[in-house]
T-cell receptor, first 110, second 110 residues
Framework: GQSLEQPSEVTAVEGAIVQINCTYQTSGFYGLSWYQQHDGGAPTFLSYNGLDGLEETGRFSSFLSRSDSYGYLLLQELQMKDSASYFCAVIGDSSYKLIFGSGTRLLVRP | DVKVTQSSRYLVKRTGEKVFLECVQDMDHENMFWYRQDPGLGLRLIYFSYDVKMKEKGDIPEGYSVSREKKERFSLILESASTNQTSMYLC?????????FGPGTRLTVT
């Protein structure tokens, strides 16, 4: 089968750093994406890793290790508006269809 | 800005009714997707299309069909709605690894 594992909930303090891990087991692998979804909103794209290593976009970074079937999303200088659900998603083949994890709910406290 | 629109934000239907959910994108993307989102299960792919009149089953196609007669429009059809199809339905489009989501349709089947 195909599965992605990520923690269901994470709580952190405003201004802190938080890391959300994702491990995957899929029949094919092109890359790992991360999406953010606020309550009542649509998922929005955050990052994509097709190769091993770290990708940085402002306060957010994403890491991939293909040999370990593992990735993470790193959020720095947390703000209250970062409270949302974060989904890792594998692109399994050239059709670009996504296989999603069940999501991590991040709560940022003052 | 990419825009993906869905025909309704909220929909209430009765068991056994035929239901049409419509999705339109304005960026000339080849790929379009239909997901359903349920608490604790993340987003699950129902169907996707990589070209006009082309469609492929996703992970949970049972009870659904799709239509793509024009490049910008992708319709999801529930042939005979059942209560277990009560869910949030999200449409997305992409040209490559980044998917753009519509606002979602919350469907309730009573």
């Amino acid at each position: 089968g195909q599965s992605l594992e990520q923690p269901s909930e994470v709580t952190a303090v405003e201004g802190a750093i938080v890391q959300i891990n994702c491990t995957y087991q899929t029949s094919g692998f092109y890359g790992l994406s991360w999406y953010q979804q606020h309550d009542g909103g649509a998922p929005t794209f955050l990052s994509y890793n097709g190769l091993d290593g770290l990708e940085e976009t402002g306060r957010f970074s994403s890491f991939l290790s293909r040999s370990d079937s593992y990735g993470y999303l790193l959020l720095q200088e947390l703000q209250m508006k970062d409270s949302a659900s974060y989904f890792c998603a594998v692109i399994g083949d050239s059709s670009y269809k996504l296989i999603f994890g069940s999501g991590t709910r991040l709560l940022v406290r003052p | 800005d990419v825009k993906v629109t869905q025909s309704s934000r909220y929909l209430v239907k009765r068991t056994g009714e035929k239901v049409f959910l419509e999705c339109v994108q304005d960026m000339d993307h080849e790929n379009m997707f239909w997901y359903r989102q349920d608490p604790g299960l993340g987003l699950r792919l129902i169907y996707f299309s990589y070209d006009v009149k082309m469609k492929e089953k996703g992970d949970i196609p049972e009870g659904y069909s799709v239509s793509r007669e024009k490049k910008e429009r992708f319709s999801l059809i529930l042939e005979s709605a059942s209560t277990n199809q009560t869910s949030m339905y999200l449409c997305a489009s992409s040209a490559a690894y980044e998917q753009y989501f519509g606002p979602g349709t919350r469907l309730t089947v009573t």
